[in-house]
């Protein structure tokens, strides 16, 4: 038989395990509390960056940002997950993911809800520059008869021209190209040419069969696509003339911009273009701190962010501020006026 006295010191016992099990478990939630306070104070950073195709420059572009945030942020967990140019602002814009890259005149178009857009994401806010232009490009092969896009209309030549997808940057800014002299793609085909979206490479491999004539996107200079397909046929490069230069900047929220002689061998006159950055944006509702340390880390990465991608290095501290139309998240507002980029 157990003593009384015995089954009151197991009692005993059992209940100053139990208050130190207590004890421990609220200390536990003690300890995490203050964790994730000191995490809050040091600006812990665990995000996602929405970017590019797997294996395209995108992808490397948003990797390099990404990196430049792990980097000078302690403990920062971001990841980079694959996306498109046309569907990366409403993704942010939606709060599906915090941060994404996109051009400057596809983010406006979403902001403002404009084509290829159905509805406007008034949430998302730019952060920063990250390429600071990407320049359309319209290519012919060389022994095409005409030399400008205005003798294209003027002759209403049959030209059988190759674009990417409907809604696409390339093809939206085509379509407005020919919008300003009042042409449609039906007329085109009334003339005997044909439209026919395609992908890159199957666009430059049926112009080096001489199925297709002439091509027009919005990419790097210079384009690494562009650089191959050069070395499998003779190419040329048509200017835009001012009047259309202004319009469509005026009308996609783009600038005017110059490709210069040399960027590509078959290129020996600059070319009067329409450019567009690559932006970072951020939803709204993002912290003004953690914003501000994120703009603050790709600031002082340019020196190895040119080293992850040669597009890097025109990134300065004069073009970094410049995103243009979509407003500026107040973080990296903040951070632009201490660093006297905007007034």
């Excluded at 203050?34 to 992808?59: K, P």
């Excluded at 009042?182 to 992908?199: A, F, M, N």
């Excluded at 501000?292 to 501290?317: C, M, P, R």
Aim: aromatic fraction near 8%; include cysteine.
């Amino acid at each position: 038989m157990i003593k009384k006295s015995s089954v009151a010191a197991i009692i005993i016992f059992l209940s100053g395990l139990l208050a130190a099990c207590g004890s421990g478990a609220n200390g536990s939630n003690n300890s995490s509390e203050s964790q994730d306070a000191a995490a809050e104070g040091n600006q812990q950073i665990q995000t996602t960056i929405i970017g590019g195709r797997t294996g395209g420059a995108w992808s490397v572009f948003t990797e390099g940002i990404a990196e430049s945030i792990r980097k000078k942020n302690e403990n920062a967990l971001v990841t980079v997950e694959p996306g498109g140019i046309v569907e990366n602002p409403s993704a942010v814009g939606t709060a599906k993911i915090p941060y994404g890259i996109s051009y400057s005149m596809t983010a406006y178009a979403a902001y403002m809800g404009e084509e290829p857009y159905d509805k406007k994401f008034e949430d998302i806010r730019a952060v920063s520059v990250v390429i600071p232009a990407n320049y359309y490009q319209f290519l012919a092969l060389a022994d095409t008869p005409y030399d400008s896009i205005d003798e294209i209309i003027e002759n209403e030549a049959p030209v059988r021209l190759a674009l990417d997808q409907k809604g696409s940057a390339g093809e939206i800014i085509t379509r407005n190209i020919l919008q300003s002299y009042g042409v449609t793609y039906e007329d085109i085909i009334s003339w005997g040419g044909s439209i026919d979206h395609l992908g890159g490479s199957k666009t430059f491999e049926l112009m080096a069969d001489n199925r297709i004539d002439a091509t027009g996107d919005a990419v790097s200079v210079p384009s690494g696509d562009i650089l191959e397909a050069s070395t499998a046929m003779d190419l040329k490069m048509l200017s835009l003339n001012q009047e259309t230069i202004e319009t469509v900047s005026e009308k996609l929220g783009m600038e005017a911009g110059i490709i210069k002689a040399g960027s590509y061998s078959f290129l020996d006159t600059d070319i009067d273009t329409v450019s567009t950055p690559a932006i970072l944006m951020v939803h709204k509702d993002i912290s003004e701190e953690e914003v501000y340390q994120v703009t603050k880390s790709i600031y002082e990465s340019f020196d190895y962010l040119g080293t992850v991608h040669e597009e890097f290095k025109n990134l300065t501290a004069e073009n970094f501020a410049d995103a243009g139309k979509v407003p500026l998240h107040p973080g990296a507002e903040k951070f632009y006026k201490e660093m006297g980029l905007i007034e």
